[in-house]
């Protein structure tokens, strides 16, 4: 069974401070990586994708990848208030290119 | 910015009905995904459709399920005869590559009574 294992939290962070979250896949084969954002009752939003190992950067968001410990994560610089969500993280496999979600984590930004 | 258009927002039904949940995928893009999300769980595949075919379907895709590309922009998903745990959010995606990030739509949410 092909999983992707995320702190369902909440994680609870100051505003201005740096959000770190972090998520496990269990299929070795995995090539592509997003990280999307979800406010209650709202879609989901990509927000960052990532393919290869290192670390990608977009405006306050960086994401990191490392394939050898199949772990990818996801830094919320300056966070804000409006970050306040729940963080998604979703991996496609090798074989079926099925979209495999994590339970999300909970992202609490404290003015 | 483009957009999945997903209608209607809301949709209350009375169990054994049939309900078509309607999605207009972004225009160039070629894979179409219905995904669903029961209140306070995770989000749940359903099934994704390519070149006028399902390309894969999960175990919750049973006979009641269908979905259907009736014209060059529409992209529907049909539950035969709704049951109680039907109701969650259903969202339709689209992307235009397999390896690539999914657009999702604003979702309809489905209540059956």
């Known amino acids: 069974q092909k999983e992707v294992e995320q702190n369902s939290g909440p994680l609870s962070v100051p505003e201005g401070a740096i959000a770190s979250l972090n998520c496990t896949y269990s299929?070795?084969?995995?090539?592509?990586f997003f990280w999307y954002r979800q406010y209650s009752g709202k879609s989901p939003e990509l927000i960052m994708s990532i393919y290869s190992n290192g670390d990608k950067e977009d405006g306050r968001f960086t994401a990191q990848l490392n394939k050898a410990s199949q772990y990818v994560s996801l830094l919320i610089r300056d966070s804000q208030p409006s970050d306040s969500a729940t963080y998604l993280c979703a991996v496609i496999g090798d074989s079926n290119y099925q979209l495999i979600w994590g339970a999300g984590t909970k992202l609490i930004i404290k003015p | 910015e483009p957009e999945v258009t997903q209608t209607p927002s809301h949709q209350v039904t009375q169990m054994g009905q049939e309900v078509i949940l309607r999605c207009v995928p972004i225009?160039?893009?070629?894979?179409f995904y219905w995904y669903r999300q029961i209140l306070g769980q995770k989000v749940e595949f359903l099934v994704s459709?390519?070149?006028?075919?399902?390309?894969?379907k999960s175990e919750i895709f049973d006979d009641q399920f269908s979905v259907e590309r009736p014209d060059g922009s529409n992209f529907t998903l049909k539950i035969r005869s709704t049951k109680l745990e039907d109701s969650a959010m259903y969202f339709c995606?689209?992307?235009?590559?397999?390896?690539?990030?999914?657009?999702f739509g604003s979702g309809t949410r489905l209540t059956v009574v």
């Open positions: 459709f390519y070149n006028n075919e399902i390309s894969e």
């Open positions: 225009s160039n893009h070629l894979y």
């Open positions: 299929d070795r084969g995995s090539q592509s």
């Open positions: 995606a689209s992307s235009d590559s397999r390896m690539d990030g999914y657009t």
